[in-house]
């Protein structure tokens, strides 16, 4: 099969597509033909050395969530059948024309959606659901920030949020992103490079401040969330793009009784990861079988032009999801 490999760490022109063997599958998973598969900003930390992959998936072929056609079935996976088109979780390995996953980390692809989009859903839908509504317990009437609205991560935030009940804040790098969030449903997005986002949230909620955050920045954003946060508030976060080091006020934490938190989706167990897919599936394949979430695709390119695709993504122009396709 062809892939797309890391030839060493490096900037983009390191991917390259090589001919490797189809890999092998366990009798917990499935073979899948993968039409397209999401790119996602952990795979350009890969790509650059900082992320390595766990063990047990292809070391050079980056990719965390493909759809396509499942061509093998494990003998214990009663779900799937040959033939049945899916979209799913990987650990690794994903920017290749063949994949093999478990079987519970498998979801139908919506329908009336293509592969791109389907292949458009997992890494960000998974992501959000495990840190915005179990580790922030987000309610229904509650308010949440998400740092980054216009990423992948972002617009599927906001979506999933907005139809559980929200009211959703972002964060967002221009007019034009905070545009397209609230396009998307954001109640309000603040472009941070023209407004500070804690004086303008303070306003904006009569001193109240924030539920739950989801916050991939880190660095100095820290202090200045725990202080937008509202008393009893959560911190979930899942990326540190401006650094992991910072200060913080540890009274604050007791004055309002914070919770910070954080994960990271890619080393959980096959299990976890089982149990996400079928709270995903009984709580938002729905909305996305009716229209109500939609998939959010700025730019599908070649497998062949993956060096591209992730250049794109790091020069943050996108809004949305950036997808390889392996069928042009
Ligand atoms: N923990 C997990 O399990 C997990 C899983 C998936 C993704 N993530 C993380 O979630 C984040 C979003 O992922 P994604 O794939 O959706 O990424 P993405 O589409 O590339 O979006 C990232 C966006 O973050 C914004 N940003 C804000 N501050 C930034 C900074 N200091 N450096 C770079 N960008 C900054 C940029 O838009 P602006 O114009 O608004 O600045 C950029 O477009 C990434 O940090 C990723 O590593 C974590």
């Not at 799913?88 to 478990?102: D, I, K, M, S, T």
């Not at 309610?139 to 740092?147: A, K, V």
């Not at 080393?267 to 394949?285: C, M, T």
Request: neutral net charge; proline residues 7%.
């Amino acid at each position: 099969m062809k892939a797309v490999i890391i030839t060493q760490p490096g900037p983009p022109g390191v991917l390259q597509i090589a001919e490797r063997p189809i890999p092998g599958f366990t009798a917990d998973e499935v073979l899948i033909k993968v039409a397209a598969a999401g790119v996602n900003r952990p795979d350009v930390a890969q790509r650059k050395g900082h992320y390595p992959p766990p063990a047990g998936v292809p070391q050079d072929i980056p990719g965390l969530e493909i759809a396509g056609t499942i061509t093998q079935v494990g003998g214990n996976v009663t779900r799937w059948k040959v033939g049945d088109k899916v979209c799913a979780l990987v650990a690794g390995g994903g920017y290749a024309e063949y994949c093999n996953v478990p079987g519970g980390q498998c979801l139908p692809v919506p329908p009336n959606f293509t592969f791109i989009e389907g292949a458009s859903l997992p890494e960000t839908f998974f992501t959000v659901w495990s840190n915005v509504f179990d580790r922030g317990r987000l309610q229904p009437g509650e308010t949440l920030l998400i740092h980054g609205g216009s990423s992948g991560i972002g617009v599927a935030g906001i979506q999933m949020a907005k139809a559980m009940g929200s009211k959703v804040y972002v964060t967002a790098g221009s007019d034009e992103k905070c545009r397209i969030c609230k396009e998307l449903g954001a109640d309000i997005a603040i472009n941070y490079k023209t407004a500070d986002f804690v004086n303008a949230i303070d306003h904006l909620t009569n001193g109240k401040g924030i539920d739950v955050i989801l916050d991939m920045v880190g660095g100095s954003y820290t202090p200045r969330n725990l202080q937008v946060l509202a008393d009893d508030g959560r911190l979930v976060m899942i990326n540190m793009m401006e650094g992991k080091d910072t200060q913080i006020d540890l009274s604050v934490i007791l004055r309002k009784r914070l919770t910070i938190t954080g994960s990271a989706l890619r080393p959980r167990s096959v299990a976890f990861k089982n149990d996400v897919a079928a709270s995903l599936e009984k709580n938002i394949w729905p909305l996305l079988a009716s229209g109500r979430i939609k998939p959010v695709i700025n730019a599908i390119f070649p497998a062949s032009r993956a060096a591209e695709a992730h250049a794109l993504m790091e020069s943050s122009q996108h809004t949305g999801k950036i997808i390889l396709s392996f069928e042009v």
